[in-house]
């Protein structure tokens, strides 16, 4: 029973249910479609402006999409009451809690996947910095969100309004990830300033947050 | 054999005070108690009266209020979870995933790496492993069936079982307690929460009734040459 092949074991069991499903993918890709279309009749932006204004859109996008991916990963769990099964299981707690985080991270990376390029005709974006950077942004990013996210969401499992309770704990969380991460994608965009300090802001915050959520997981899961 | 296991070994279970509370209500009020291995428990009583509360602080899922209790020799669950298998009374098992990918993926989180043992244990209930439909998709019994065998996939010592024969038909009921009763003689020990005592009367070994969070009385089966001789007696 390693960590590392319940986890995998977790990872391959959630994909192929989202495979078959499909619910978080569908509810997530139709959200940040709405999200592009609507803001690119509201705003008509130039593409100076786009540059400006894109960081913030992207990552607001990208943050409600993923918490619809992230209200539904332990609704599964919850379904049959399955995850006792996994609690009275010898399985490590922090196996469950890292598959669901890179479940989540996996979703929302194709969100970004599919998504970016829908962002780019819609605003004309051309980002003057390297495309690169973007790249470590979007992944440190979605780091930050997912993790965060898969913890709250694990301990919201059993309040009764769960749906509402996720938003409200991990938004105020997430405001330092958040600005870091619209600070250093608007940076790249532009190509004014170097997004070298909020790359290692980011970093240090999943580090630090991945740490903290793998060391409290156990307590939340048991909690009863 | 049942009825002719040693009583003074070492109990599988022991209850040292057990209290529950749910806010201010208390659904086990101080329950001492000791079980003896290798013998098979089925556990009665009304609704509310403390059964699946019990077996959940039991199986590690709940933590007592108050009291202590051993389970296969530790205060620590965690050390023999692998000892031990659980059935509650929702099926615990995902609706998307077949049944034996649903026991393959179970199966891994015992540290069993192939088939085998899933295989085995859907042959145990009835079931052809080879069933590729989702467990979404199955019967009522069905699901039931494919529960038990998550229970024992891993050749548990001690099964924990909530209501295994709940929306079952009665002739998978007496199929699914005659399988008890045969893991039983290889020396397991189960516990078996239900509301159709009769089923249970041929493999039972102890009747242990309980009411308002309590255990009120235990009834011991002394079996004879026949399941029909059986004669229980009150302590």
Redesign the interface.
């Known amino acids: 029973?390693s960590t590392l092949?319940?986890t995998r074991?977790?990872l391959v069991?959630d994909l192929?249910?989202e495979w078959?499903?499909k619910d978080a993918i569908n509810s997530m890709l139709f959200f940040s479609l709405l999200v592009v279309v609507i803001f690119s009749f509201a705003f008509n932006p130039t593409a100076e402006e786009s540059r400006r204004i894109a960081g913030g859109l992207i990552w607001v996008a990208f943050l409600f999409a993923a918490v619809v991916a992230l209200n539904q990963t332990w609704a599964?769990e919850l379904?049959?009451?399955?995850l006792?099964?996994?609690?009275?299981?010898?399985?490590p707690p922090n196996a469950l809690f890292l598959a669901k985080t890179l479940g989540n991270f996996i979703f929302v990376v194709v969100l970004e996947a599919l998504m970016t390029p829908l962002f780019v005709i819609f605003y004309e974006l051309r980002s003057i910095g390297p495309v690169w950077q973007l790249i470590v942004v979007a992944l440190l990013g979605t780091w930050a969100l997912v993790v965060n996210g898969t913890f709250f969401a694990g301990l919201s499992i059993r309040t009764r309004n769960r749906e509402i309770m996720l938003p409200l704990m991990l938004f105020p969380i997430t405001i330092p990830a958040l600005l870091a991460m619209v600070d250093a994608t608007t940076s790249v965009l532009t190509g004014e300033a170097s997004p070298d300090f909020w790359i290692k802001m980011l970093a240090v915050y999943d580090i630090v947050f991945t740490a903290i959520c793998l060391l409290l997981f156990e307590t939340i899961l048991n909690a009863? | 054999m049942a009825g002719t296991n040693d009583l003074h070994s070492s109990p599988v279970i022991v209850l040292e005070n057990l209290v529950k509370f749910f806010g201010r209500f208390a659904a086990i009020r101080g329950i001492s108690a000791s079980f003896a291995p290798g013998r098979l428990y089925v556990v009665l009583g009304d609704n509310g009266a403390g059964k699946s509360t019990l077996l959940r602080i039991v199986?590690?899922?709940?933590?007592p209020s108050q009291g202590s209790f051993t389970l296969l020799g530790t205060k620590k669950v965690?050390e023999v979870?692998?000892r031990?298998g659980?059935m509650?009374?929702?099926?615990?098992?995902?609706?998307?995933?077949s049944g034996m990918?649903n026991l393959r993926?179970?199966a891994?989180?015992?540290?069993l790496?192939n088939d085998d043992a899933g295989r085995n244990a859907m042959q145990m209930v009835g079931l052809d492993p080879q069933l590729g439909r989702?467990v979404g998709q199955y019967s009522q019994g069905m699901r039931q069936r494919l529960s038990l065998a998550?229970a024992v996939l891993h050749d548990p010592e001690l099964m924990l079982l909530d209501e295994p024969f709940s929306n079952v038909d009665v002739r998978s009921a007496r199929d699914m307690a005659a399988i008890l009763g045969k893991v039983r003689d290889q020396g397991k020990t189960i516990f078996v929460i239900t509301h159709q005592a009769p089923l249970m009367e041929g493999v039972a070994d102890e009747f242990v009734h309980m009411s308002a969070g309590q255990i009120v009385s235990r009834e011991e089966v002394v079996r004879g040459a026949t399941a029909e001789s059986a004669v229980r007696t009150t302590r």
Do not use: I
């Open positions: 029973m092949g319940v074991a977790t069991k192929r249910m078959r499903s599964r379904r049959n009451q399955v006792d099964a996994y609690r009275v299981s010898p399985a009863e | 199986a590690g899922l709940m933590e965690r979870a692998h031990v659980y509650g009374h929702a099926p615990l098992l995902y609706d998307e995933l990918e993926y179970f891994g989180l015992y540290g790496h989702r998550r």
